[in-house]
Structure formats: structure tokens, C-alpha cells
């Protein structure tokens, strides 16, 4: 009789060596890739390729208000590099979300799924979802929780990490 061995809970890297952009472009070649390979599952659909183009410029200008958040708190937006962050940033699109950077590239990538119009195309954002969890948000907030203590507990408890 075999032994079963209790799973131990994730534990993030301490380092981050793979940085958001490069998980962002390798999902979105993902999700090219996997519309391509199964043409099957193709559709077409006009409104939804429409609707692509609000959600893509959504996507963009989340990105772009939440680096603006940074530069006005004159901290670093370097994600390989949390801990040089100077300041905890609570305004503008982190009073709703923590991570409206990451948000902004999901929903670029769900924009591109849309305009490919393939149902297995959101495996591409999906998978970005996933990464960017495990690879680069669970290890930040624990440099974040390191830097700022109770000031970023207090924050976490009050803004989700997704939306």
C-alpha cells in the first residue's frame, strides 16, 4: 500500500525572472497559435469582432492610466523589481483593482481572441491569467508585504486582485 504525500500549498518564486510583457506577448502568440491549429471552432461574427475594438482600447488605456498612477507617485514600474518600489500605489485604477496593468494586458489579449473570432483563441488570455497569478503577482505581493506591512494588508483586504 502506497503512501499518498499531502500536497504542499504553491509557493511563488522569490525572484522574478520572466517578466509581465513576455508572458503578455507569449500568450498572445498562444492564442494565435491555438485559433490556427483548430479552424474547426472558427466563427463568424461581426459584432463580436466589433466589440473587440472598445475592449482592446479599454485594455490600452488601463495600462496607460495605472503607469501614469506610478509616475505621479514618482515609484518604479520596473516588475522585476518590486522592491524598489518607493511608495504603495492606492489611487486612480488601484482603488478598484491591484493590478490594472495586468488587467489592462488580459483584456487585450480577450480583445485579440475576439477578433480572431476562434472559441480556443481564450485559451491565450486564460493562460496569460494564470502565469501572470503564479509568475509574477503572488511573488510581488509578497515583496509588497515585506516593504509596506499593514499598510499593504490593510490595502489588500479592501481591493481584490482581479476586479
Known amino acids: 500500500m502506497t503512501k499518498s504525500r499531502p500536497s504542499k500549498p504553491y509557493k511563488a518564486p522569490r525572484k522574478l525572472y520572466f517578466p509581465p510583457l513576455l508572458q503578455f506577448l ?63 500605489v492606492t489611487t486612480g485604477p488601484y482603488r478598484f483593482t491591484r493590478n490594472p496593468m495586468y488587467l489592462g494586458m488580459l483584456l487585450l489579449l480577450v480583445a485579440v481572441a475576439l477578433a480572431i473570432q476562434n472559441t480556443t483563441a481564450l ?8 502565469s501572470i497569478t503564479f509568475l509574477q503577482i ?3 505581493e509578497r515583496v509588497l508585504k515585506e516593504n509596506f506591512g499593514s499598510a499593504f494588508a490593510a490595502y489588500r483586504r479592501q481591493t481584490r486582485r482581479w476586479l
Open 26 to 88: 507569449l500568450c498572445a502568440i498562444a492564442t494565435y497559435c491555438l485559433a490556427a491549429n483548430t479552424l474547426a471552432l472558427a466563427y463568424q461574427s461581426a459584432p463580436i469582432f466589433w466589440l473587440s475594438i472598445p475592449i482592446a482600447l479599454a485594455g490600452l488605456l488601463m495600462v496607460l492610466i495605472s503607469v501614469r498612477s506610478f509616475a505621479k507617485e514618482e515609484t518604479t514600474v520596473n516588475p522585476i523589481a518590486p522592491e524598489k518600489a518607493g511608495r504603495l
Open 123 to 130: 485559451g491565450g488570455p486564460l493562460l496569460f491569467m494564470a
Open 138 to 140: 503572488i511573488p510581488e
